[in-house]
Nanobody
Framework: QVQLVESGGGSVQAGGSLRLSCAAS????????MGWFRQAPGKEREGVAA???????SYVNSVQGRFTISQDNAKNTLYLQMNSLKPEDTAMYYC??????????????????????WGQGTQVTVSS
């Protein structure tokens, strides 16, 4: 049984930083893409960042240069370092593990509840 457990969310002032972690179990970690998605109230889910087993990455334009996705295969853990946070980054952030082989860009744009495993989410709130 695949389990993804996120941690590291919280409340910060604009300009601050947070590091999200996602511990994976029951999953062949390095075989498929992993990613971070977010959903703000009243908005659609958005693919924030994704990473492939070879380290290739994809980011949504709004976080490029501020967020960094990384993974530690030995620890089966995915990370999202978020710097220079803005109020518009406020959302529930979800860790996801792909269930099909595709590039990180396609996973970030096309990850759905049916095509990936999902964690329960961790809230990130950025105040101005």
């Amino acid at each position: 049984q695949v389990q993804l457990v996120e941690s590291g969310g919280g409340s910060v002032q604009a300009g601050g930083s947070l590091r999200l972690s996602c511990a994976a179990s029951g999953y062949t970690y390095s075989s498929y893409c992993m990613g971070w998605f977010r959903q703000a109230p009243g908005k659609e889910r958005e693919g924030v960042a994704a990473i492939d087993s070879d380290g290739s990455t994809s980011y949504v334009n709004s976080v490029q240069g501020r967020f960094t996705i990384s993974q530690d295969n030995a620890k089966n853990t995915l990370y999202l370092q978020m710097n220079s946070l803005k109020p518009e980054d406020t959302a529930m952030y979800y860790c996801a593990a792909d269930r099909v082989h595709r590039p990180p860009g396609l996973f970030r744009l096309g990850g759905t509840p049916a095509s990936a495993y999902w964690g329960q989410g961790t809230q990130v709130t950025v105040s101005s």
